[in-house]
Nanobody, 123 residues
Framework: QVQLVESGGGLAQPGGSLRLSCAAS????????MSWARHVSGKGLEWVAGIHSDGRTTEYSDSVKGRFAISRDNDARMLFLQMDSLKPEDTALYLC????????????????WGEGTLVTVSA
């Protein structure tokens, strides 16, 4: 049913950039807010960024604000996360997630998840 497939992870140097993508299917993509979250080994799941269904409103965690940018292409059913100025502490499994709402993006509103793409930031 709902399927979210992330791509674009890999190795980046501190200060470098990566662009993550999430291909969505199995639901009316344009009707739902979407988010990125990340899991750092040994820590809990951290919400990173969210975007409302129409793409006009974005939200970010304090830890990534000013460095990451979330966007979406509703026609293509794609979600993106542009990550710039990467830091070692950004190393994590990055997960694409669907919200159960059109305009609510934080962790408690998310109801479907991809398997994730691994981002490693290291010199």
């Amino acid at each position: 049913q709902v399927q979210l497939v992330e791509s674009g992870g890999g190795l980046a140097q501190p200060g470098g950039s990566l662009r993550l993508s999430c291909a969505a299917s199995g639901f009316t993509f344009s009707a739902y807010a979407m988010s990125w979250a990340r899991h750092v080994s040994g820590k809990g799941l951290e919400w990173v960024a969210g975007i409302h269904s129409d793409g006009r409103t974005t939200e970010y965690s304090d830890s990534v604000k000013g460095r990451f940018a979330i966007s979406r292409d509703n026609d293509a059913r794609m979600l993106f996360l542009q990550m710039d100025s990467l830091k070692p502490e950004d190393t994590a499994l990055y997960l694409c997630a669907k919200s159960n709402y059109s305009n609510y993006v934080t962790l408690d509103g998310l109801d479907a998840w991809g398997e994730g793409t691994l981002v490693t930031v290291s010199a």
